[in-house]
């Protein structure tokens, strides 16, 4: 049976499933794991339905191993950011919120707009993309336990210290995990090699960026890239009497955002390029936080600039005007 969509409200135990053709919906209700996924594709089988568009939220890990398990069954799937969903409903008045209710909101959401198909990553990223998340927590661990040192009382100072250590360890052990893994992938060396010609990137920022920025493929142009990560400029205008100050956009790819906010640091005290449109931002009047995320902005034109071209960074380029 054809036309039909598939709405998934995902959650870490569950995940509520609407499924939406001829202008009805039914429902199912799934474990989120292995037997779940087998238990919605039999429930779909029993309503005749062979191929489904299925769509589903980007949240995290909670829905990534149903949206694989889909696209490897031959399923379409799209994997779309919470906020339009939010004004898809808003667009439709909603005032009752549930996972079932989610569910079906989805569905009419690609019903509707039809959103663009998912391409899932490759095991080489999905493996690089698990290190580097978990580097992250290991390292807020590791922050929250040097901050509690300093009103900690002193029995236990010293147990937090040997978790600190631990945490230490464990740190390393992953960065040395993720070299290898970047070692014995040709296409991961490569690009690590291309981003680690860019001033400012540091060999720590270079596998996040390697894990969350995979594929450059769905991306056209630089301005594209900039509202992925969710650093393009929000501005609120109105008639002649509402103008709001302009401000980040932040619908957007937060693990990317925060990755490149050390970068845009250290771009200006090394790079001559950031260097020169800092002081130019500064003179305009700028306050910080504006220029850092005209920095930020400026970073990703030159990371999609080397990742695509293949090419060294060049603080020399000037692009060929027609």
């Known amino acids: 049976m054809s036309g039909a969509v598939l709405g998934i409200d995902i959650a870490k135990q569950k995940f509520d499933a609407a499924l939406l053709i001829d202008g ?35 949240t995290g890990n909670y829905g990534e191993d149903l949206a694989i398990f889909l696209h490897d069954a031959g399923h379409r799937v799209s994997v779309v950011n919470p906020a339009r969903i939010k004004g898809f409903a808003q667009s439709e008045l909603l005032r009752t919120k549930t996972d079932k209710l989610d569910a079906a909101l989805i569905a009419r959401f690609c019903m509707a707009l039809k959103p663009d198909p998912w391409k899932p990553p490759s095991p080489e990223i999905r493996f690089l993309r698990a290190l580097v998340r ?3 927590s290991l390292i807020d661990m590791r922050s929250q336990e040097k901050n509690r040192i300093s009103t900690a009382h002193k029995s236990v100072i010293f147990l937090i210290k040997e978790h600190i250590a631990y945490l230490d360890r464990e740190i390393e052990k992953i960065r040395r995990q993720i070299a290898d893994l970047i ?11 291309l981003l680690d010609s860019i001033p400012g990137i540091g060999k720590a920022t270079i596998p996040h960026i390697l894990a969350e920025l995979d594929d450059l493929e769905k991306f056209t142009s630089v301005p594209e890239m900039v509202a992925f990560i969710g650093l393009a400029p929000k501005e609120t205008l109105s008639g002649s009497s509402i103008k709001g100050k302009p401000r980040l956009c932040k ?36 306050n910080g936080k ?12 030159v990371i999609f600039g080397v990742l695509k071209s293949g090419k060294m960074y060049d603080p020399d380029y000037q692009p060929n005007v027609a």
């Open 134 to 136: 978990r580097i992250e």
């Open 183 to 193: 070692g014995q992938n040709p296409h991961l060396t490569r690009r690590k090699e």
């Open 290 to 301: 504006v220029i850092v995320c005209a920095i930020m902005r400026k970073l990703v034109h």
């Open 24 to 58: 009805k919906t039914r429902h199912k209700t799934c474990k989120n794991s292995a037997e779940g996924f087998e238990a919605l594709m039999l429930w779909l089988e029993k309503q005749g339905i062979q191929k489904v568009h299925a769509c589903l939220e980007a």
């Open 251 to 286: 619908i957007g790819h937060a693990r990317l955002r925060k990755a490149l906010y050390m970068p845009a640091l250290v771009s200006i005290q090394c790079n001559p390029v950031m260097i020169a449109f800092y002081n130019r931002l500064k003179e305009k009047g700028k």
